[in-house]
């Protein structure tokens, strides 16, 4: 996968959602979540926390909500895409980027583990 912020974008105002960006037009190699995300990934934070663990993996571009306060002195080295609603563009930039193969793209997910009965 090889996109720009600005791709990204228009597909977002393709499907009705104002987005901007804040700092440089980077590119994306992939779509990752927060937990696993790094250098060259796109991920999303809702939250402060999240963001700040983001911006430490230095990833190329992270999706914020509008009201989450970010410190643009990291527009240089992470884009911000700004949206009214992160996990609605998380499902439309994650519909139109990720690869079609659920087993390759399933996100982690809390799964019980078997135990053994004594």
Known sequence: MNLRCSDVLSTLSARSI???IIGVDHLIYSIQPIESCSKGSLTFAEKQRYLASALRQQVAAVVVPN???ID???SEQTSF???DDVRVAMAYIRQQYDDN???QTEWPRARP???GCR
Do not use: F, G, K
Request: aromatic share 0%; net charge negative.
């Open 18 to 20: 104002e987005a901007r």
């Open 67 to 69: 009201n989450l306060d």
């Open 72 to 74: 643009q002195s990291h």
């Open 81 to 83: 895409i700004q949206v």
């Open 101 to 103: 193969e659920p087993q």
């Open 113 to 115: 583990q078997p135990t």
